[in-house]
């Protein structure tokens, strides 16, 4: 089967810890992207990436960071310096450009 | 970034009534997508509007960009209790990214 998976589904952690999500895709995508929503507040744009090697930051990207080494991997790390770090995170691959995005089930991630 | 503003924020009908969500920008819009978030679910894509004027149907869905390219709208045609979710309008800007509207949330009373 196809598609992008992310783990764990809920996240717990205390305050001050960093965390990392996971997000991976085997549909040979070349672009990835971390989103955040928020109740009443869209997804917002935390970081992408077009290819891999390479990102970019997104509208919100402060306290995050991200890596990609391998096309198939975009894995997202809240740091202890994001303020309100509790929201539910998704992850979009797609090929690129502004073509159709593919979302994952997303990680709600709560921290005490 | 782009803003686009997408109104209402919520929106209860009756099963069989009709349903529209507008999406809205004070600038020209490149391209326009539209996704439908279920509820405890992840954003699905439906369509992509790229032209002026563009008109799209899926079913008893349609999709419409607006003349100037500053508005979008979705309607739904006797809407069911599948249609339950949240709709999103996204902008295709610079680098690629996509600029999310709020959403518009339905409730169907069946």
């Known amino acids: 089967d196809g598609g992008i998976t992310q783990s764990p589904k809920y996240l717990f952690r205390k305050e001050g810890q960093n965390v990392t999500l996971s997000c991976e895709q085997n549909?040979?995508?070349?672009?990835m992207y971390w989103y955040r929503q928020d109740p009443g507040q869209g997804l917002r744009l935390i970081y992408y990436?077009?290819?891999?090697?390479?990102?970019q930051k997104g509208d919100i990207a402060e306290g995050y960071s991200v890596s990609r080494e391998k096309k198939e991997s975009f894995p997202l790390t809240v740091t202890s310096a994001q303020k309100n770090p509790t929201a539910f995170y998704l992850c979009?691959?797609?090929?690129?450009?502004?073509?159709?995005?593919?979302f994952g089930p997303g990680t709600r991630l709560t921290v005490l | 970034g782009q803003q686009v503003m997408q109104i209402p924020q919520y929106q209860h009908v009756q099963e069989g009534e009709d349903f529209t969500t507008y999406c809205n920008s004070s600038?020209?819009?490149?391209?326009i997508q539209w996704y439908k978030q279920r509820p405890g679910g992840h954003p699905v894509f439906l369509i992509q509007?790229?032209?002026?004027?563009e008109v799209k149907k899926q079913k008893r869905l349609t999709f419409q960009f607006g003349e100037a390219k500053k508005n979008s709208s979705l309607h739904i045609t006797a809407t069911q209790t599948t249609d339950v979710g949240t709709y999103f309008c996204?902008?295709?800007?610079?680098?690629?990214?996509?600029?999310f509207g709020k959403g518009t949330l339905l409730t169907v009373n069946p």
């Open positions: 509007l790229v032209k002026s004027g």
């Open positions: 979009a691959s797609n090929r690129g450009g502004y073509n159709e995005q593919f």
């Open positions: 600038t020209t819009l490149s391209n």
């Open positions: 549909l040979n995508h070349d672009a």
């Open positions: 996204a902008e295709g800007g610079s680098n690629y990214k996509l600029t």
């Open positions: 990436s077009q290819i891999v090697n390479d990102f």
